[in-house]
């Protein structure tokens, strides 16, 4: 958020315990990387199946006192990012756990909040002495798991044991950015640290993403270029639902609604919605009910080699960052989230012209992380002549 405005850039530049970092591509065309593992996994952003996620202990918890009770997440796996100082554009690499910067912990150094502690045991890397970086520069990581706008108490080279304080939140930035890396195909990569099987516990998640919108469109006659917080114009031309003809993008308004509000269910404004687990589409004839099409757009177990921009869709909006929304108190805090069910490792359309004229039913459906269903269905017309 605003101290993820340049996440982007300096974890292309930090090597978190030799992480291979986030691969930032712009472009709506697929990297000979994205293919390939579309061919080994098949739906942009899973894990492979019987995936093992790897740790050096048994321990659960979160990063903030109570350690053993959930915290509130305000910015989730995947969640768009806008083009930020240093140019660059993409997915939310991890989570941002609030905290309260208005009521720090007792015994908070000055410019400091939250003390933050590790999920898992390891070896420290701690790239930022405390006295050359601002605060929300700082970072460090342990184990599998790397800390943001947080300053270290820990020095670098050292093992820590899981559920150790290991440094403070900074005063200001209303929360810790966690990331989580796990090895796969001999390299690094970002997973969700909210996954099934994580070090989060507890956590209660019991209501169902809602599917606000679906909207037909044609191709754009230009590339979607959005920058800094996603609201630019976009060049396709809305299709009415009883009118479709030749090669249509349908997209679909989708968000997560969060069971736990933490201390954030008193303050309304900051609360946002999350980004769905796994979003899928399908197509049925009415008339002969066969299916014409049936997939999983994506999957949010690790970040996709896909480009962000074939996951995202126009009307996308950006979550404001909290200190933003507390200074301005008549700001919309809370982003919105449209997604292209049609797209997996490039911008795709269905073609009409390949099925006779009639009546179709589109259904879009959307899990969240405890596997919670939500679906919505619209009826349409195929009118090619």
């Avoid at 768009?80 to 660059?88: A, I, V, Y």
């Avoid at 930022?128 to 460090?140: G, H, M, Q």
């Avoid at 004839?285 to 970040?303: E, G, K, M, P």
């Amino acid at each position: 958020m605003a101290g993820s405005r340049g996440l982007l850039a300096r974890a292309a530049a930090w090597g978190v315990a030799g992480l291979l970092a986030l691969t930032v591509v712009l472009s709506a065309t697929p990297s000979v990387r994205a293919q390939r593992a579309g061919s080994r996994h098949g739906i942009p952003g899973a894990l492979p199946r019987g995936f093992v996620y790897q740790y050096t202990d048994s321990y659960h918890g979160w990063p903030i006192a109570p350690v053993h009770e959930q915290h509130p997440v305000r910015s989730s796996f995947l969640d768009p990012r806008g083009l930020d100082e240093n140019g660059l554009a993409g997915y939310h690499f991890g989570i941002d756990i609030s905290v309260n910067d208005r009521d720090p912990d007792p015994g908070a150094p000055s410019l400091l909040s939250h003390r933050v502690y590790a999920v898992g045991s390891g070896m420290t890397d701690v790239r930022e002495r405390v006295d050359s970086a601002p605060c929300a520069d700082r970072r460090l990581a342990v184990g599998h798991f790397a800390y943001w706008h947080v300053s270290p108490t820990v020095p670098d080279n050292v093992w820590v044991h899981a559920g150790d304080p290991i440094g403070w939140t900074c005063l200001g930035q209303w929360h810790v950015h966690l990331s989580e890396w796990q090895m796969l195909d001999g390299r690094h990569v970002w997973v969700n640290p909210l996954h099934a099987h994580g070090k989060l516990l507890p956590y209660l998640d019991t209501k169902p993403p809602v599917i606000g919108a679906l909207r037909f469109f044609t191709p754009p006659l230009m590339p979607w270029h959005p920058r800094i917080d996603l609201m630019q114009p976009d060049s396709a031309q809305r299709l009415a639902a009883s009118d479709l003809y030749g090669r249509i993008e349908l997209r679909a308004e989708i968000e997560d609604i969060q069971s736990f509000g933490g201390w954030l269910k008193w303050h309304h404004r900051l609360e946002t919605r999350l980004h769905p687990y796994r979003v899928a589409v399908s197509i049925r004839s009415l008339a002969t009910h066969a299916l014409v099409l049936n997939r999983i757009a994506f999957q949010s177990d690790q970040i996709p080699q896909t480009p962000y921009l074939v996951h995202y869709a126009p009307g996308t909006v950006e979550n404001v960052p909290v200190p933003e929304c507390v200074a301005q108190a008549a700001t919309v805090c809370t982003g919105d989230l449209w997604f292209r069910p049609f797209s997996r490792f490039k911008q795709e359309f269905w073609d009409t012209r390949e099925v006779p004229n009639g009546r179709y039913e589109v259904i879009v459906r959307a899990w969240d992380l405890k596997r919670n269903l939500a679906e919505r269905g619209v009826r349409v017309v195929v009118r090619n002549s």
